[in-house]
């Protein structure tokens, strides 16, 4: 089993920033990736950003956050991380951090990541 705890969340003005962090606990070792996730009101959940968990550390963006979102690991702390810069209303919706032994053609796909955590609110 694998537990993740977000945090970070918050309001914000449309230009700035947050980081979120999602600290990892349990049985990581099975997750060839983490992900960020996020569900906005009235929207499906769709994938942010991910990363390999392995050597070199792929990462992933959706096309909407690309240039603007960056996803990190800290390995050593087992700690996820979301930098978001400019901030758009677009943006609002609950993040949720995720971990799972994924397929590599579909890095960004809710249903193949098998942990969740309980996600934290961003509002812009």
């Known amino acids: 089993q694998v537990q993740l705890v977000e945090s970070g969340g918050g309001s914000v003005q449309a230009g700035g920033s947050l980081r979120l962090s999602c600290a990892a606990s349990?049985?990581?070792?099975?997750?060839?990736?983490m992900g960020w996730f996020r569900q906005g009101p009235g929207k499906e959940r769709e994938g942010v950003a991910s990363i390999y968990t392995g050597s070199g550390g792929m990462r992933h963006y959706a096309d909407s956050v690309r240039g603007r979102f960056t996803i990190s690991r800290d390995n050593a702390n087992n700690t996820l991380y979301l930098q978001m810069n400019s901030l758009n209303p677009e943006d609002t919706a609950m993040y949720y951090c995720?971990?799972?032994?994924?397929?590599?053609?579909?890095?960004?796909?809710?249903?193949?990541?098998?942990?969740w955590g309980q996600g934290t609110q961003v509002r812009c």
């Open positions: 995720a971990a799972g032994a994924i397929r590599w053609s579909l890095p960004l796909r809710p249903d193949e990541y098998n942990y």
């Open positions: 349990g049985d990581t070792y099975g997750s060839n990736y």
